[in-house]
């Protein structure tokens, strides 16, 4: 991977979004009988990996405003208003990444094969619109 892809918000997050799908993939252990994962640890990680990507691109493209005091970070009210400011269906989408990346995946390794798919959805989703607004901003 050259320097470039990792200044470029949105090359990164797709490739955080590959490196979950790996993770899943190749270490999370699937059990095809009952369409869960076996491994906790491995989902934690994919879903944490997933919102980190998400976040990459959001920061990257709307360059979200920081919280009230001065150096504190961004949190999840932050993103969220900058989005709605822009577009309520990807505000949507942004929320559904947080609730099954962030929180099922991420914090509870929540083991359901349907709740991995659905934060790759909407991560996607999330990081593509991030991908018109970028190309718009640059046509400018």
């Given at each position: 991977?050259?320097?470039?892809q990792?200044?470029?918000?949105?090359?990164?997050?797709?490739?955080?979004?590959?490196?979950?799908?790996?993770?899943?993939?190749?270490?999370?252990?699937?059990?095809?009988?009952?369409?869960?994962y076996?491994?906790?640890?491995?989902?934690?990680?994919?879903?944490?990996?997933?919102?980190?990507?998400?976040?990459?691109?959001?920061?990257?493209?709307?360059?979200?405003?920081?919280?009230?005091?001065?150096?504190?970070?961004a949190?999840?009210?932050?993103?969220?208003?900058?989005?709605?400011?822009?577009?309520?269906?990807?505000?949507?989408?942004?929320?559904?990444?947080y609730?099954?990346?962030?929180?099922?995946?991420?914090?509870?390794?929540?083991?359901?094969?349907?709740?991995?798919?659905?934060?790759?959805?909407?991560?996607?989703?999330?990081?593509?619109?991030?991908?018109?607004?970028?190309?718009?901003?640059?046509?400018?």
């Amino acid at each position: 991977m050259t320097e470039k892809q990792y200044n470029d918000p949105i090359k990164e997050a797709e490739r955080y979004i590959k490196n979950a799908r790996q993770i899943l993939k190749e270490r999370a252990g699937l059990d095809h009988t009952i369409n869960r994962y076996k491994d906790p640890k491995f989902v934690l990680m994919a879903g944490n990996t997933i919102w980190n990507g998400v976040l990459l691109a959001v920061d990257g493209v709307l360059g979200v405003e920081k919280g009230l005091k001065k150096g504190q970070r961004a949190d999840f009210d932050d993103y969220k208003k900058s989005i709605d400011k822009r577009d309520k269906k990807a505000g949507v989408m942004f929320l559904d990444t947080y609730e099954a990346s962030h929180k099922y995946m991420g914090y509870d390794g929540y083991l359901q094969v349907t709740t991995s798919k659905t934060a790759l959805k909407c991560a996607v989703y999330i990081i593509e619109w991030c991908k018109k607004i970028q190309s718009k901003d640059l046509k400018k």
